[in-house]
Protein backbone atom coordinates (compact mmCIF):
# COMPACT_ATOMS: atom_id res chain seq x y z
CA UNK A 1 0.00 0.00 0.00
CA UNK A 2 1.17 3.82 -0.94
CA UNK A 3 0.84 6.12 2.00
CA UNK A 4 -1.09 8.95 1.64
CA UNK A 5 -0.67 12.39 3.81
CA UNK A 6 -4.35 12.91 4.49
CA UNK A 7 -6.46 14.05 7.53
CA UNK A 8 -7.17 12.06 10.81
CA UNK A 9 -10.78 12.70 10.37
CA UNK A 10 -12.00 12.64 6.93
CA UNK A 11 -15.70 11.57 5.49
CA UNK A 12 -16.01 9.28 3.10
CA UNK A 13 -18.26 11.11 0.40
CA UNK A 14 -18.02 9.22 -2.71
CA UNK A 15 -21.49 8.58 -3.73
CA UNK A 16 -20.41 10.45 -6.88
CA UNK A 17 -18.07 8.59 -9.22
CA UNK A 18 -16.61 4.93 -8.72
CA UNK A 19 -19.43 4.33 -6.32
CA UNK A 20 -22.18 4.08 -8.42
CA UNK A 21 -20.25 0.75 -9.54
CA UNK A 22 -21.41 -1.02 -6.52
CA UNK A 23 -25.10 -2.00 -7.30
CA UNK A 24 -27.94 -1.90 -4.34
CA UNK A 25 -31.16 -3.35 -3.64
CA UNK A 26 -33.97 -0.89 -3.07
CA UNK A 27 -34.78 -2.42 0.45
CA UNK A 28 -31.32 -1.89 0.79
CA UNK A 29 -30.96 1.81 0.06
CA UNK A 30 -33.56 2.53 3.21
CA UNK A 31 -31.69 0.57 5.96
CA UNK A 32 -29.53 2.97 8.31
CA UNK A 33 -28.14 2.27 11.87
CA UNK A 34 -29.63 4.30 14.56
CA UNK A 35 -31.32 6.72 12.26
CA UNK A 36 -29.71 8.67 9.36
CA UNK A 37 -29.29 11.95 10.74
CA UNK A 38 -26.31 10.28 12.65
CA UNK A 39 -22.50 10.02 11.51
CA UNK A 40 -21.32 6.55 11.44
CA UNK A 41 -17.16 6.28 12.42
CA UNK A 42 -15.05 3.42 11.40
CA UNK A 43 -11.74 3.82 13.84
CA UNK A 44 -8.96 2.56 12.15
CA UNK A 45 -6.10 2.09 14.68
CA UNK A 46 -3.82 2.53 11.72
CA UNK A 47 -2.33 5.37 9.32
CA UNK A 48 -4.22 6.89 6.53
CA UNK A 49 -3.15 4.68 3.95
CA UNK A 50 -2.73 1.49 5.35
CA UNK A 51 -4.09 -1.78 4.45
CA UNK A 52 -6.96 -1.69 7.29
CA UNK A 53 -7.45 1.75 6.12
CA UNK A 54 -7.78 1.35 2.63
CA UNK A 55 -10.38 -1.75 3.52
CA UNK A 56 -12.26 0.88 5.65
CA UNK A 57 -12.38 3.30 3.00
CA UNK A 58 -14.33 0.39 0.84
CA UNK A 59 -16.50 -0.59 2.97
CA UNK A 60 -17.22 2.90 4.08
CA UNK A 61 -17.78 4.06 0.75
CA UNK A 62 -20.16 0.73 0.21
CA UNK A 63 -22.23 1.34 3.29
CA UNK A 64 -22.52 5.10 2.94
CA UNK A 65 -24.11 4.54 -0.59
CA UNK A 66 -25.84 1.43 0.39
CA UNK A 67 -27.73 3.09 3.61
CA UNK A 68 -27.53 6.76 2.92
CA UNK A 69 -25.41 7.66 5.79
CA UNK A 70 -22.46 9.54 6.23
CA UNK A 71 -19.18 7.37 7.16
CA UNK A 72 -16.58 8.78 8.60
CA UNK A 73 -12.89 7.36 8.35
CA UNK A 74 -10.86 8.04 12.05
CA UNK A 75 -7.62 7.38 11.86
CA UNK A 76 -6.46 6.71 16.09
CA UNK A 77 -2.93 5.42 15.47
CA UNK A 78 -0.88 4.31 18.19
CA UNK A 79 0.71 1.70 20.58
CA UNK A 80 0.14 -0.84 17.80
CA UNK A 81 -3.43 -0.39 17.66
CA UNK A 82 -3.95 -0.12 21.28
CA UNK A 83 -5.64 3.27 21.37
CA UNK A 84 -7.89 2.81 18.27
CA UNK A 85 -8.92 -0.31 19.51
CA UNK A 86 -9.67 0.24 23.08
CA UNK A 87 -11.71 3.52 22.00
CA UNK A 88 -13.85 1.42 20.54
CA UNK A 89 -13.97 -0.89 23.24
CA UNK A 90 -15.07 1.56 25.47
CA UNK A 91 -17.80 3.37 22.94
CA UNK A 92 -21.38 3.57 23.53
CA UNK A 93 -22.50 0.08 21.33
CA UNK A 94 -25.50 1.20 19.45
CA UNK A 95 -23.74 0.29 15.31
CA UNK A 96 -22.53 4.16 15.33
CA UNK A 97 -18.96 3.74 16.38
CA UNK A 98 -16.84 0.85 14.60
CA UNK A 99 -13.53 -1.00 14.32
CA UNK A 100 -11.88 -1.79 11.30
CA UNK A 101 -8.71 -3.51 12.05
CA UNK A 102 -5.75 -6.34 10.87
CA UNK A 103 -5.07 -9.36 13.43
CA UNK A 104 -2.33 -7.20 15.20
CA UNK A 105 -5.70 -7.11 17.55
CA UNK A 106 -5.26 -10.70 18.50
CA UNK A 107 -1.53 -10.63 18.64
CA UNK A 108 -1.29 -7.57 20.95
CA UNK A 109 -2.56 -9.51 23.80
CA UNK A 110 0.56 -11.72 23.73
CA UNK A 111 3.02 -8.73 23.09
CA UNK A 112 2.04 -6.13 25.69
CA UNK A 113 1.91 -6.87 29.27
CA UNK A 114 -1.76 -4.95 29.99
CA UNK A 115 -4.04 -3.65 27.27
CA UNK A 116 -6.72 -1.90 27.54
CA UNK A 117 -9.43 -4.10 26.21
CA UNK A 118 -9.93 -8.20 25.18
CA UNK A 119 -9.78 -9.32 21.67
CA UNK A 120 -12.33 -11.54 22.53
CA UNK A 121 -14.74 -9.97 25.52
CA UNK A 122 -14.58 -6.84 24.69
CA UNK A 123 -15.96 -6.78 20.84
CA UNK A 124 -18.95 -8.81 19.22
CA UNK A 125 -17.52 -9.62 15.70
CA UNK A 126 -19.07 -8.64 12.85
CA UNK A 127 -17.24 -9.78 9.53
CA UNK A 128 -14.37 -11.05 8.52
CA UNK A 129 -13.29 -8.36 5.31
CA UNK A 130 -9.89 -10.02 3.62
CA UNK A 131 -6.73 -11.68 4.17
CA UNK A 132 -3.25 -11.41 2.88
CA UNK A 133 -0.73 -13.74 1.97
CA UNK A 134 2.69 -13.59 2.48
CA UNK A 135 5.88 -14.12 0.35
CA UNK A 136 9.32 -14.86 1.62
CA UNK A 137 11.27 -13.01 -0.52
CA UNK A 138 14.85 -12.54 -0.65
CA UNK A 139 17.44 -10.15 -2.72
CA UNK A 140 19.64 -12.07 -5.44
CA UNK A 141 22.59 -11.73 -3.63
CA UNK A 142 21.83 -14.45 -1.35
CA UNK A 143 21.91 -16.58 -4.11
CA UNK A 144 19.21 -18.69 -3.12
CA UNK A 145 15.89 -19.33 -5.28
CA UNK A 146 14.48 -21.89 -3.65
CA UNK A 147 13.37 -22.06 0.11
CA UNK A 148 15.23 -25.49 0.57
CA UNK A 149 18.22 -23.20 -0.19
CA UNK A 150 17.45 -20.78 1.36
CA UNK A 151 17.31 -22.90 4.85
CA UNK A 152 20.81 -24.52 3.67
CA UNK A 153 22.66 -21.49 3.46
CA UNK A 154 20.67 -20.18 6.87
CA UNK A 155 22.24 -23.71 9.11
CA UNK A 156 25.37 -22.78 7.28
CA UNK A 157 25.63 -19.32 8.52
CA UNK A 158 23.62 -19.32 11.31
CA UNK A 159 22.83 -15.77 12.30
CA UNK A 160 24.49 -13.98 9.68
CA UNK A 161 21.47 -14.08 7.04
CA UNK A 162 19.25 -10.62 8.17
CA UNK A 163 15.74 -10.70 7.54
CA UNK A 164 13.70 -7.42 7.91
CA UNK A 165 10.37 -6.17 9.45
CA UNK A 166 8.48 -2.48 10.31
CA UNK A 167 9.62 -3.38 13.90
CA UNK A 168 9.21 -6.24 16.85
CA UNK A 169 6.06 -8.23 17.23
CA UNK A 170 4.89 -7.15 13.24
CA UNK A 171 3.04 -9.82 11.65
CA UNK A 172 5.89 -9.94 9.20
CA UNK A 173 8.62 -9.95 12.61
CA UNK A 174 5.97 -13.17 13.46
CA UNK A 175 5.96 -14.61 10.50
CA UNK A 176 9.98 -14.86 10.20
CA UNK A 177 9.97 -16.44 13.91
CA UNK A 178 7.37 -19.13 12.94
CA UNK A 179 9.61 -20.02 10.16
CA UNK A 180 12.42 -19.89 12.46
CA UNK A 181 10.72 -22.47 14.54
CA UNK A 182 9.69 -25.06 11.79
CA UNK A 183 12.68 -24.49 9.50
CA UNK A 184 15.42 -25.07 12.93
CA UNK A 185 17.29 -22.11 11.41
CA UNK A 186 18.63 -18.87 12.87
CA UNK A 187 18.24 -15.90 10.91
CA UNK A 188 18.80 -12.52 12.22
CA UNK A 189 15.82 -10.20 12.37
CA UNK A 190 16.62 -6.22 11.75
CA UNK A 191 13.65 -4.43 13.12
CA UNK A 192 12.42 -0.78 11.00
CA UNK A 193 10.45 1.75 11.80
CA UNK A 194 8.58 1.87 8.58
CA UNK A 195 7.85 -1.25 6.22
CA UNK A 196 8.64 1.22 3.31
CA UNK A 197 12.08 1.73 4.76
CA UNK A 198 12.75 -2.39 5.01
CA UNK A 199 11.39 -2.76 1.72
CA UNK A 200 13.74 -0.38 0.23
CA UNK A 201 16.76 -1.84 2.67
CA UNK A 202 15.58 -4.99 0.75
CA UNK A 203 15.55 -3.97 -3.22
CA UNK A 204 19.09 -2.66 -2.76
CA UNK A 205 20.36 -5.60 -1.03
CA UNK A 206 21.19 -4.38 2.44
CA UNK A 207 19.07 -7.24 3.96
CA UNK A 208 19.04 -10.51 2.97
CA UNK A 209 14.73 -10.90 3.08
CA UNK A 210 11.91 -10.19 4.23
CA UNK A 211 8.23 -12.30 5.12
CA UNK A 212 5.63 -9.53 3.31
CA UNK A 213 2.23 -9.18 1.68
CA UNK A 214 2.77 -11.34 -1.50
CA UNK A 215 1.56 -8.36 -3.46
CA UNK A 216 4.38 -6.26 -2.28
CA UNK A 217 6.80 -9.05 -2.57
CA UNK A 218 5.84 -9.49 -6.10
CA UNK A 219 6.51 -5.50 -6.95
CA UNK A 220 9.99 -5.92 -5.65
CA UNK A 221 10.73 -8.82 -7.92
CA UNK A 222 9.36 -7.14 -10.49
CA UNK A 223 12.59 -5.47 -10.71
CA UNK A 224 14.86 -8.41 -11.18
CA UNK A 225 16.72 -8.07 -7.94
CA UNK A 226 14.27 -9.70 -5.35
CA UNK A 227 13.08 -13.21 -5.61
CA UNK A 228 9.68 -14.60 -4.28
CA UNK A 229 10.42 -17.99 -2.73
CA UNK A 230 7.09 -18.85 -1.40
CA UNK A 231 3.99 -17.98 -0.13
CA UNK A 232 1.30 -18.40 2.52
CA UNK A 233 -1.57 -20.09 2.04
CA UNK A 234 -3.52 -23.57 0.92
CA UNK A 235 -2.92 -22.94 -2.36
CA UNK A 236 -1.01 -20.51 -4.99
CA UNK A 237 -1.81 -16.47 -5.37
CA UNK A 238 -3.15 -15.24 -8.91
CA UNK A 239 -0.70 -12.81 -8.70
CA UNK A 240 2.84 -15.24 -8.62
CA UNK A 241 1.06 -18.29 -10.15
CA UNK A 242 4.85 -19.35 -10.92
CA UNK A 243 5.46 -19.27 -6.73
CA UNK A 244 5.37 -21.92 -4.44
CA UNK A 245 3.32 -22.08 -1.02
CA UNK A 246 5.43 -22.38 1.37
CA UNK A 247 4.37 -26.27 2.10
CA UNK A 248 5.42 -27.35 -1.41
CA UNK A 249 8.76 -25.34 -1.25
CA UNK A 250 9.42 -28.20 1.95
CA UNK A 251 8.49 -25.61 5.30
CA UNK A 252 5.02 -27.22 6.29
CA UNK A 253 3.07 -25.88 9.14
CA UNK A 254 4.35 -22.04 7.97
CA UNK A 255 1.00 -20.72 8.50
CA UNK A 256 1.10 -17.15 8.22
CA UNK A 257 -1.72 -14.71 7.22
CA UNK A 258 -2.75 -11.21 7.60
CA UNK A 259 -6.67 -10.61 8.06
CA UNK A 260 -9.18 -7.44 8.06
CA UNK A 261 -11.96 -7.69 9.98
CA UNK A 262 -14.91 -5.33 11.24
CA UNK A 263 -16.08 -5.26 14.69
CA UNK A 264 -18.32 -3.52 17.16
CA UNK A 265 -18.17 -2.49 20.88
CA UNK A 266 -19.44 -5.55 23.28
CA UNK A 267 -23.21 -5.57 23.99
CA UNK A 268 -24.10 -4.27 20.50
CA UNK A 269 -27.48 -5.52 19.68
CA UNK A 270 -27.56 -8.65 17.81
CA UNK A 271 -29.99 -6.74 15.05
CA UNK A 272 -27.59 -4.05 14.71
CA UNK A 273 -24.52 -6.52 14.25
CA UNK A 274 -26.57 -8.83 11.62
CA UNK A 275 -27.42 -5.57 9.32
CA UNK A 276 -23.68 -4.93 9.20
CA UNK A 277 -22.95 -8.45 8.39
CA UNK A 278 -25.26 -8.66 5.72
CA UNK A 279 -24.46 -5.89 3.79
CA UNK A 280 -20.99 -6.31 3.76
CA UNK A 281 -21.23 -9.89 2.80
CA UNK A 282 -23.14 -8.49 -0.14
CA UNK A 283 -19.97 -5.85 -0.82
CA UNK A 284 -17.95 -8.57 -0.40
CA UNK A 285 -19.97 -10.52 -3.31
CA UNK A 286 -20.40 -7.66 -5.29
CA UNK A 287 -17.88 -8.20 -9.08
CA UNK A 288 -16.89 -4.81 -8.88
CA UNK A 289 -15.79 -5.11 -5.15
CA UNK A 290 -14.19 -8.47 -6.15
CA UNK A 291 -12.03 -7.01 -8.88
CA UNK A 292 -10.99 -4.36 -6.75
CA UNK A 293 -9.79 -6.43 -4.52
CA UNK A 294 -8.21 -9.22 -7.02
CA UNK A 295 -5.92 -6.67 -7.94
CA UNK A 296 -3.99 -6.21 -4.41
CA UNK A 297 -3.96 -10.17 -3.69
CA UNK A 298 -6.26 -10.28 -1.09
CA UNK A 299 -8.72 -12.98 -0.80
CA UNK A 300 -12.36 -12.30 0.90
CA UNK A 301 -12.89 -14.25 4.47
CA UNK A 302 -16.91 -13.07 4.90
CA UNK A 303 -19.17 -15.52 6.51
CA UNK A 304 -20.71 -14.79 9.86
CA UNK A 305 -20.21 -13.37 12.91
CA UNK A 306 -19.89 -16.64 14.39
CA UNK A 307 -17.16 -17.07 12.03
CA UNK A 308 -14.74 -14.03 12.95
CA UNK A 309 -15.76 -15.01 16.48
CA UNK A 310 -13.62 -18.13 15.64
CA UNK A 311 -11.06 -17.13 14.10
CA UNK A 312 -10.41 -14.19 16.81
CA UNK A 313 -10.13 -17.30 19.39
CA UNK A 314 -7.87 -19.31 17.33
CA UNK A 315 -5.61 -17.09 16.23
CA UNK A 316 -5.28 -15.62 19.98
CA UNK A 317 -4.21 -18.90 20.89
CA UNK A 318 -2.30 -19.48 17.58
CA UNK A 319 0.04 -16.09 17.89
CA UNK A 320 0.74 -16.59 21.95
CA UNK A 321 2.51 -19.73 20.93
CA UNK A 322 4.94 -18.55 18.76
CA UNK A 323 5.42 -15.28 20.90
CA UNK A 324 6.35 -16.98 23.94
CA UNK A 325 8.42 -18.87 22.33
CA UNK A 326 10.62 -16.18 20.12
CA UNK A 327 10.40 -13.98 22.78
CA UNK A 328 8.90 -10.95 21.38
CA UNK A 329 8.77 -7.78 22.41
CA UNK A 330 7.22 -4.34 21.18
CA UNK A 331 9.89 -1.68 21.27
Known sequence: MVLSKLTRREAVRLVGAGAGALALSPEAAVAQIAGGDKNITFVVPF?????????????????????????????RVGASGNIGSSAVARAEPDGLTM??????????????KTIPYDPVKSFAPVAGL?????ACAVHKSLGVTSIAELVALAKSKPGEINFGSPGPGAPHHIALELFKQK????????????????????AGGHIGGMFMPAVQARSLAASGNVIMLAVSGDSRTGIAPNVPT???????????DNWWAILAPAGTPADIVQRYNVAIN????????????????????????ERLQTIIAN????????IKSAGIKPE
Do not use: C
Open 282 to 305: DMLSDPAVKAKLDAQALQIIGGSP
Open 130 to 134: VYSVF
Open 47 to 75: SAGSGPDSIARLVGQYLQQRWKQTIIIDN
Open 183 to 202: TGVDIRHVPYRQLASAMQDL
Open 315 to 322: DVVRWAAV
Open 99 to 112: LVTANTLVMNVSLF
Open 246 to 256: LAEAGAPGVDI
